[in-house]
């Protein structure tokens, strides 16, 4: 069963504007969500984190959002830049697991 | 500044072959993960050890096997390989399970034929 969705297999933004990209879980026991991206040939590399207790966290260009309430998060790149192009993969756990799930991710395209 | 480091980075296997896909840390994290990923999918936990001489399975365990006789190895076996094994593979490592972010090796590109 998909615990960690991402609907939107690709999505492609120009260079300098946003880039939004969805995720919805459906385990409600989930407390910890993280973003990873991935270039090609490599492994994921992990970018950004929210708990369960903060609806919002920010570093540099990027801001994870969390709505508890639609079971969602959303992660902002913003200004977008030719270099972001990877796939994102959103993750989920349980602070009482030691389980990891994973979306199948977005491939970001951040055209010039 | 190794960080996780995964051997072979790809590999052809003949149906029934056995192989083994060897992970190493040097960050003395507790934490090791096996995880494989299909295409359009997510990545899938395969099995995962919280120290060394304690292994457990994951969401995909069926056709392999682990061991952790030492906190920086994390070998996975591969008994009998099948098409449906033909995945990338990815070892990762942790400081803490739950809250801990992972660290990926780059990645172990399997063919069954």
Not at chain 1, 84 to 92: I, L
Not at chain 2, 66 to 87: I, K, M
Not at chain 2, 91 to 110: D, I, K, M, V
Request: aromatic content about 12%.
């Amino acid at each position: 069963d998909q615990q960690v969705k991402q609907n939107s297999p690709s999505l492609s933004v120009q260079e300098g504007r946003i880039s939004i990209l969805n995720c919805d879980y459906t385990n409600s026991m989930f407390d910890y969500f993280l973003w990873y991206k991935k270039y090609p040939a490599e492994g994921p590399t992990f970018l950004i984190s929210i708990s369960s207790i903060k609806d919002k966290n920010e570093d540099g260009r990027f801001t994870v959002f969390l709505n508890k309430s639609a079971k969602h998060l959303s992660l902002h790149i913003v200004p977008s830049q030719p270099g972001d192009s990877a796939v994102y993969f959103c993750a989920a756990s349980a602070m009482i697991d030691n389980d990891m799930r994973f979306g199948a991710g977005t491939r970001l395209t951040v055209k010039p | 500044n190794a960080g996780v480091t995964q051997t072979p980075k790809f590999r052809i296997l003949k149906i029934g072959q056995s192989m083994t896909l060897q992970c190493t840390q040097d960050m003395n994290h507790n934490y090791m993960y096996w995880y494989r990923q299909d295409p359009g999918m997510g990545l899938k936990l395969i099995y995962y050890s919280v120290g060394a001489g304690i292994t457990d399975k994951g969401e995909v365990p069926n056709g392999y096997n682990v061991s952790r006789s030492t906190t920086e190895d994390f070998p996975l076996r591969l008994e009998l390989a099948a098409p449906s094994q033909t995945s990338v593979y990815f070892c990762a490592s942790s400081y803490s399970a739950g809250t801990g972010e992972l660290f990926f090796g780059e990645g172990s590109r399997l063919t069954v034929l």
